[in-house]
Protein backbone atom coordinates (compact mmCIF):
# COMPACT_ATOMS: atom_id res chain seq x y z
CA UNK A 1 0.00 0.00 0.00
CA UNK A 2 1.07 3.03 -0.80
CA UNK A 3 1.29 6.78 0.68
CA UNK A 4 -0.20 9.51 -2.02
CA UNK A 5 -0.38 12.88 -1.90
CA UNK A 6 -2.72 14.64 -4.32
CA UNK A 7 -2.21 18.72 -3.84
CA UNK A 8 -5.84 20.35 -4.79
CA UNK A 9 -5.97 23.75 -5.72
CA UNK A 10 -9.46 26.18 -6.71
CA UNK A 11 -10.39 25.42 -10.09
CA UNK A 12 -9.23 21.82 -10.29
CA UNK A 13 -11.31 19.44 -12.70
CA UNK A 14 -13.47 17.49 -10.36
CA UNK A 15 -14.00 14.07 -12.46
CA UNK A 16 -10.54 14.07 -12.87
CA UNK A 17 -9.75 15.06 -8.86
CA UNK A 18 -12.55 11.98 -7.67
CA UNK A 19 -11.84 9.76 -10.80
CA UNK A 20 -7.53 9.94 -8.72
CA UNK A 21 -8.61 9.76 -5.20
CA UNK A 22 -11.19 7.12 -5.45
CA UNK A 23 -9.37 4.66 -7.78
CA UNK A 24 -6.83 4.95 -5.93
CA UNK A 25 -7.90 4.74 -2.06
CA UNK A 26 -9.89 1.59 -3.97
CA UNK A 27 -6.80 -0.20 -4.14
CA UNK A 28 -6.21 0.38 -0.68
CA UNK A 29 -3.94 3.10 -0.65
CA UNK A 30 -3.36 6.13 2.01
CA UNK A 31 -4.40 9.41 0.10
CA UNK A 32 -3.96 12.41 1.37
CA UNK A 33 -6.16 15.21 -0.64
CA UNK A 34 -3.51 18.84 0.55
CA UNK A 35 -4.99 21.98 -0.10
CA UNK A 36 -2.44 24.28 -1.67
CA UNK A 37 -4.47 27.43 -0.18
CA UNK A 38 -7.25 26.78 2.17
CA UNK A 39 -9.17 23.29 3.57
CA UNK A 40 -12.41 24.09 1.09
CA UNK A 41 -11.31 23.72 -2.41
CA UNK A 42 -13.72 24.53 -5.40
CA UNK A 43 -14.02 22.90 -8.12
CA UNK A 44 -13.71 24.21 -11.82
CA UNK A 45 -17.05 22.91 -13.27
CA UNK A 46 -19.41 22.79 -10.60
CA UNK A 47 -18.82 25.60 -8.22
CA UNK A 48 -19.12 22.64 -5.23
CA UNK A 49 -16.24 22.89 -2.35
CA UNK A 50 -14.34 20.00 -1.14
CA UNK A 51 -13.07 19.44 2.31
CA UNK A 52 -9.50 18.37 2.20
CA UNK A 53 -7.76 16.40 4.81
CA UNK A 54 -4.97 18.94 5.11
CA UNK A 55 -2.82 21.81 3.70
CA UNK A 56 -0.39 21.42 1.46
CA UNK A 57 2.09 23.35 3.79
CA UNK A 58 1.51 21.02 6.61
CA UNK A 59 2.71 18.35 4.81
CA UNK A 60 5.89 16.25 4.16
CA UNK A 61 7.16 14.94 0.74
CA UNK A 62 9.36 12.89 2.30
CA UNK A 63 6.38 10.68 3.99
CA UNK A 64 4.82 10.31 0.27
CA UNK A 65 5.49 7.56 -2.42
CA UNK A 66 3.84 9.28 -4.93
CA UNK A 67 2.24 12.63 -5.91
CA UNK A 68 -1.05 12.93 -8.42
CA UNK A 69 -1.78 16.34 -9.76
CA UNK A 70 -5.45 16.75 -11.32
CA UNK A 71 -6.00 18.78 -13.99
CA UNK A 72 -8.57 21.87 -14.66
CA UNK A 73 -8.21 25.30 -14.79
CA UNK A 74 -7.24 27.72 -13.08
CA UNK A 75 -6.55 24.66 -10.93
CA UNK A 76 -3.48 23.43 -12.91
CA UNK A 77 -2.36 27.13 -13.40
CA UNK A 78 -2.02 27.19 -9.15
CA UNK A 79 -0.09 23.63 -9.37
CA UNK A 80 2.07 25.16 -12.34
CA UNK A 81 2.79 28.51 -10.23
CA UNK A 82 2.95 27.46 -6.62
CA UNK A 83 6.44 27.76 -5.26
CA UNK A 84 5.31 24.98 -3.11
CA UNK A 85 4.06 22.61 -5.21
CA UNK A 86 7.26 23.06 -7.84
CA UNK A 87 9.71 22.56 -4.42
CA UNK A 88 7.86 19.03 -4.05
CA UNK A 89 7.86 17.64 -7.40
CA UNK A 90 11.07 18.46 -7.72
CA UNK A 91 12.32 16.78 -4.45
CA UNK A 92 9.77 13.57 -4.92
CA UNK A 93 11.74 13.34 -8.18
CA UNK A 94 15.16 13.47 -7.02
CA UNK A 95 14.34 10.43 -5.48
CA UNK A 96 13.18 9.04 -8.14
CA UNK A 97 9.43 9.00 -6.64
CA UNK A 98 6.44 8.31 -8.70
CA UNK A 99 4.86 11.60 -10.20
CA UNK A 100 1.98 11.83 -11.64
CA UNK A 101 -0.24 14.22 -13.76
CA UNK A 102 -3.51 14.68 -16.00
CA UNK A 103 -4.96 17.06 -18.46
CA UNK A 104 -3.47 20.36 -17.41
CA UNK A 105 -1.17 19.37 -14.98
CA UNK A 106 1.85 17.99 -17.08
CA UNK A 107 2.33 21.92 -16.95
CA UNK A 108 3.13 22.02 -13.54
CA UNK A 109 5.78 18.73 -14.57
CA UNK A 110 7.17 20.64 -17.35
CA UNK A 111 7.88 24.14 -14.85
CA UNK A 112 9.66 21.56 -12.37
CA UNK A 113 12.07 20.25 -15.02
CA UNK A 114 10.56 16.82 -14.94
CA UNK A 115 9.02 16.08 -18.41
CA UNK A 116 12.56 17.01 -20.14
CA UNK A 117 13.68 14.34 -22.25
CA UNK A 118 10.48 12.26 -20.83
CA UNK A 119 7.57 10.92 -23.21
CA UNK A 120 4.50 12.46 -22.40
CA UNK A 121 0.80 13.67 -22.54
CA UNK A 122 -1.51 15.99 -21.74
CA UNK A 123 -5.01 17.74 -23.01
CA UNK A 124 -4.78 18.24 -26.42
CA UNK A 125 -3.23 21.71 -27.10
CA UNK A 126 -1.35 21.82 -24.12
CA UNK A 127 2.11 21.27 -25.77
CA UNK A 128 2.16 24.48 -25.83
CA UNK A 129 2.91 24.79 -22.22
CA UNK A 130 4.29 21.42 -21.49
CA UNK A 131 6.31 20.75 -24.71
CA UNK A 132 6.11 19.17 -27.70
CA UNK A 133 8.96 17.49 -27.74
CA UNK A 134 8.16 13.57 -26.39
CA UNK A 135 4.64 14.54 -26.03
CA UNK A 136 1.77 11.44 -26.99
CA UNK A 137 -1.39 12.28 -29.14
CA UNK A 138 -2.98 9.35 -29.72
CA UNK A 139 -2.60 7.49 -25.84
CA UNK A 140 -4.62 7.46 -22.82
CA UNK A 141 -2.08 6.88 -20.60
CA UNK A 142 1.63 7.71 -21.00
CA UNK A 143 4.08 6.05 -18.44
CA UNK A 144 7.94 7.21 -18.88
CA UNK A 145 10.51 6.09 -16.30
CA UNK A 146 8.80 7.67 -12.78
CA UNK A 147 6.49 9.88 -14.96
CA UNK A 148 2.97 8.88 -15.30
CA UNK A 149 0.96 11.71 -17.60
CA UNK A 150 -2.71 11.36 -19.21
CA UNK A 151 -5.10 13.31 -20.98
CA UNK A 152 -8.70 14.52 -19.90
CA UNK A 153 -11.94 13.65 -17.99
CA UNK A 154 -12.28 10.92 -19.94
CA UNK A 155 -8.84 8.90 -19.52
CA UNK A 156 -8.81 9.82 -15.65
CA UNK A 157 -10.04 6.63 -14.52
CA UNK A 158 -7.57 4.21 -17.34
CA UNK A 159 -4.59 7.07 -15.50
CA UNK A 160 -5.63 5.71 -12.11
CA UNK A 161 -6.19 2.15 -13.24
CA UNK A 162 -2.58 2.61 -14.18
CA UNK A 163 -1.37 4.45 -10.92
CA UNK A 164 -2.86 1.31 -9.15
CA UNK A 165 -0.95 -1.58 -11.40
CA UNK A 166 2.03 0.37 -11.02
CA UNK A 167 1.56 1.06 -7.31
CA UNK A 168 -0.33 -2.01 -6.17
CA UNK A 169 0.25 -4.59 -8.59
CA UNK A 170 -1.48 -6.65 -11.90
CA UNK A 171 -4.19 -8.52 -10.16
CA UNK A 172 -5.92 -5.02 -7.65
CA UNK A 173 -5.90 -3.92 -11.23
CA UNK A 174 -7.64 -6.21 -13.07
CA UNK A 175 -10.27 -6.34 -9.69
CA UNK A 176 -10.79 -2.96 -9.81
CA UNK A 177 -10.56 -2.20 -13.77
CA UNK A 178 -13.77 -5.03 -13.86
CA UNK A 179 -15.15 -3.20 -10.32
CA UNK A 180 -15.19 0.16 -12.24
CA UNK A 181 -17.08 -1.53 -15.38
CA UNK A 182 -13.94 0.23 -17.49
CA UNK A 183 -13.36 -2.03 -19.69
CA UNK A 184 -12.43 0.34 -22.10
CA UNK A 185 -8.97 1.07 -20.71
CA UNK B 1 -31.28 24.89 -20.38
CA UNK B 2 -32.73 22.45 -17.35
CA UNK B 3 -32.72 22.71 -14.26
CA UNK B 4 -31.14 19.59 -12.33
CA UNK B 5 -31.81 18.21 -9.34
CA UNK B 6 -28.83 15.83 -7.64
CA UNK B 7 -29.93 14.26 -4.24
CA UNK B 8 -26.57 13.21 -2.62
CA UNK B 9 -26.83 11.18 0.86
CA UNK B 10 -23.31 10.30 2.80
CA UNK B 11 -22.04 6.86 0.89
CA UNK B 12 -22.51 8.50 -3.05
CA UNK B 13 -20.03 7.12 -5.28
CA UNK B 14 -17.62 9.88 -5.75
CA UNK B 15 -17.12 9.62 -9.28
CA UNK B 16 -20.32 9.10 -10.68
CA UNK B 17 -21.49 11.64 -8.45
CA UNK B 18 -18.76 14.40 -10.19
CA UNK B 19 -19.24 12.88 -13.46
CA UNK B 20 -22.96 13.87 -13.49
CA UNK B 21 -22.74 17.35 -11.97
CA UNK B 22 -19.47 18.67 -13.56
CA UNK B 23 -20.58 17.30 -17.01
CA UNK B 24 -24.64 18.42 -16.78
CA UNK B 25 -22.93 21.93 -15.63
CA UNK B 26 -20.78 21.86 -18.48
CA UNK B 27 -23.73 21.90 -20.61
CA UNK B 28 -24.70 25.25 -19.00
CA UNK B 29 -27.75 23.80 -16.69
CA UNK B 30 -28.46 24.92 -13.32
CA UNK B 31 -27.93 21.98 -11.64
CA UNK B 32 -28.32 22.23 -7.88
CA UNK B 33 -27.33 19.62 -5.54
CA UNK B 34 -29.14 18.73 -2.20
CA UNK B 35 -27.91 16.81 0.92
CA UNK B 36 -30.28 14.40 2.55
CA UNK B 37 -29.30 14.78 5.89
CA UNK B 38 -26.82 17.31 6.00
CA UNK B 39 -24.83 19.81 4.28
CA UNK B 40 -21.66 18.18 4.04
CA UNK B 41 -21.81 14.75 2.69
CA UNK B 42 -19.14 11.87 2.64
CA UNK B 43 -18.11 10.19 -0.50
CA UNK B 44 -18.66 6.32 -0.26
CA UNK B 45 -14.66 5.88 -0.90
CA UNK B 46 -12.61 8.48 -0.25
CA UNK B 47 -14.06 9.85 3.11
CA UNK B 48 -13.95 13.25 1.76
CA UNK B 49 -16.74 15.65 2.63
CA UNK B 50 -18.59 17.87 -0.25
CA UNK B 51 -20.41 21.00 0.29
CA UNK B 52 -23.54 20.99 -1.30
CA UNK B 53 -25.96 23.64 -2.42
CA UNK B 54 -28.85 23.12 -0.24
CA UNK B 55 -30.96 20.47 1.71
CA UNK B 56 -33.35 18.05 -0.23
CA UNK B 57 -35.78 19.34 2.20
CA UNK B 58 -35.55 22.69 1.46
CA UNK B 59 -36.16 21.97 -2.55
CA UNK B 60 -39.08 22.10 -4.45
CA UNK B 61 -39.51 18.87 -7.07
CA UNK B 62 -42.02 21.41 -9.27
CA UNK B 63 -39.01 23.65 -9.77
CA UNK B 64 -36.79 21.28 -11.31
CA UNK B 65 -36.95 19.54 -15.25
CA UNK B 66 -34.70 16.17 -14.17
CA UNK B 67 -33.50 14.41 -10.79
CA UNK B 68 -30.78 12.62 -11.25
CA UNK B 69 -29.41 10.03 -8.40
CA UNK B 70 -25.73 9.09 -7.99
CA UNK B 71 -24.95 5.63 -6.86
CA UNK B 72 -22.56 4.19 -4.23
CA UNK B 73 -23.45 2.38 -0.99
CA UNK B 74 -24.91 3.26 1.44
CA UNK B 75 -25.81 6.88 -0.75
CA UNK B 76 -28.25 4.40 -2.92
CA UNK B 77 -29.46 2.67 0.02
CA UNK B 78 -30.30 5.85 1.96
CA UNK B 79 -31.84 7.13 -1.08
CA UNK B 80 -33.97 3.89 -1.29
CA UNK B 81 -35.06 4.05 2.23
CA UNK B 82 -35.79 8.01 2.38
CA UNK B 83 -39.51 8.52 2.14
CA UNK B 84 -38.92 12.39 0.93
CA UNK B 85 -36.76 11.06 -1.94
CA UNK B 86 -39.79 8.72 -3.31
CA UNK B 87 -41.80 11.52 -3.07
CA UNK B 88 -39.59 13.37 -4.72
CA UNK B 89 -39.02 10.69 -7.87
CA UNK B 90 -42.89 9.86 -7.90
CA UNK B 91 -44.26 13.22 -7.97
CA UNK B 92 -41.79 13.86 -10.66
CA UNK B 93 -42.79 10.94 -12.90
CA UNK B 94 -46.38 11.59 -12.11
CA UNK B 95 -45.02 14.88 -14.59
CA UNK B 96 -42.96 12.47 -17.10
CA UNK B 97 -40.12 14.76 -16.12
CA UNK B 98 -36.69 12.70 -16.73
CA UNK B 99 -35.29 10.49 -13.82
CA UNK B 100 -31.55 9.34 -14.17
CA UNK B 101 -30.60 7.14 -11.84
CA UNK B 102 -26.82 4.95 -12.05
CA UNK B 103 -25.06 2.22 -10.19
CA UNK B 104 -26.89 0.94 -7.03
CA UNK B 105 -29.24 3.88 -6.93
CA UNK B 106 -31.67 2.52 -9.88
CA UNK B 107 -33.19 0.81 -6.80
CA UNK B 108 -34.31 3.85 -5.57
CA UNK B 109 -36.44 3.70 -8.77
CA UNK B 110 -37.44 0.90 -8.02
CA UNK B 111 -38.81 1.41 -4.70
CA UNK B 112 -41.12 4.25 -6.20
CA UNK B 113 -42.43 2.21 -9.05
CA UNK B 114 -40.70 3.90 -11.84
CA UNK B 115 -39.16 1.20 -13.13
CA UNK B 116 -42.05 -0.97 -13.46
CA UNK B 117 -42.57 -1.99 -17.06
CA UNK B 118 -39.48 0.15 -18.02
CA UNK B 119 -36.25 -0.54 -19.49
CA UNK B 120 -33.38 -0.19 -17.22
CA UNK B 121 -30.08 -0.96 -16.37
CA UNK B 122 -27.65 -0.89 -13.17
CA UNK B 123 -24.45 -1.73 -11.36
CA UNK B 124 -24.21 -5.99 -12.14
CA UNK B 125 -25.38 -7.97 -9.37
CA UNK B 126 -28.17 -4.94 -8.29
CA UNK B 127 -30.83 -7.10 -10.21
CA UNK B 128 -31.92 -8.45 -6.97
CA UNK B 129 -33.23 -4.86 -6.23
CA UNK B 130 -34.57 -3.52 -9.43
CA UNK B 131 -35.68 -6.52 -11.01
CA UNK B 132 -34.94 -8.50 -13.36
CA UNK B 133 -37.70 -8.01 -15.89
CA UNK B 134 -36.61 -5.61 -18.65
CA UNK B 135 -32.83 -5.30 -16.86
CA UNK B 136 -30.85 -4.95 -19.91
CA UNK B 137 -26.79 -5.83 -19.18
CA UNK B 138 -24.75 -4.95 -21.80
CA UNK B 139 -25.61 -1.44 -22.66
CA UNK B 140 -23.65 1.53 -20.86
CA UNK B 141 -26.98 3.76 -20.41
CA UNK B 142 -30.54 2.42 -21.28
CA UNK B 143 -33.16 5.10 -22.15
CA UNK B 144 -37.02 4.13 -21.48
CA UNK B 145 -39.06 7.17 -21.73
CA UNK B 146 -38.34 9.73 -19.21
CA UNK B 147 -36.08 7.33 -17.55
CA UNK B 148 -32.32 7.22 -17.84
CA UNK B 149 -30.47 4.36 -16.14
CA UNK B 150 -26.57 3.57 -16.05
CA UNK B 151 -24.06 0.73 -14.47
CA UNK B 152 -21.34 2.33 -12.90
CA UNK B 153 -18.08 4.72 -12.72
CA UNK B 154 -16.63 3.69 -16.02
CA UNK B 155 -20.12 4.44 -17.19
CA UNK B 156 -20.92 7.55 -15.40
CA UNK B 157 -19.51 10.18 -18.16
CA UNK B 158 -21.34 8.13 -21.29
CA UNK B 159 -24.71 8.37 -18.60
CA UNK B 160 -24.23 12.17 -18.36
CA UNK B 161 -23.14 13.01 -21.86
CA UNK B 162 -26.69 11.21 -23.16
CA UNK B 163 -28.74 13.24 -20.25
CA UNK B 164 -26.80 15.99 -21.97
CA UNK B 165 -27.91 15.32 -25.54
CA UNK B 166 -31.66 14.69 -24.58
CA UNK B 167 -31.71 18.03 -22.44
CA UNK B 168 -29.60 19.96 -24.49
CA UNK B 169 -29.01 18.95 -27.93
CA UNK B 170 -27.22 16.67 -30.04
CA UNK B 171 -24.61 19.40 -31.08
CA UNK B 172 -23.71 20.23 -27.35
CA UNK B 173 -23.69 16.44 -26.73
CA UNK B 174 -20.46 16.00 -29.30
CA UNK B 175 -18.88 19.27 -28.53
CA UNK B 176 -19.04 18.19 -24.58
CA UNK B 177 -18.52 13.79 -25.61
CA UNK B 178 -15.34 15.65 -27.53
CA UNK B 179 -13.78 18.13 -24.92
CA UNK B 180 -14.04 15.29 -22.37
CA UNK B 181 -12.36 13.05 -24.33
CA UNK B 182 -14.58 10.39 -24.13
CA UNK B 183 -14.65 8.58 -27.20
CA UNK B 184 -15.68 5.50 -25.92
CA UNK B 185 -18.92 6.26 -25.29
Same mark, same amino acid.
Given at each position: ?99 ? /? ?20 ? *? ?10 ? *? ?19 ? /? ?15 ? *? ?12
Amino acid at each position: MANVLVPLADGFEEIEAMAIIDVLSRAQNHVVVAGLFDNEVEGANTGLKVLVHDLLRNVDPEDFDIMVLPGGLPGAEHLAKSELVQEYIRRMNEKGKMIG /AICAAPWALKEAGVLDGKKHTN *YPGFEEKTGVEG *YIPDQKVVIDGNVVTSRGPGT /AICFALELVRILNGEET *YKQLKEGLLADYC
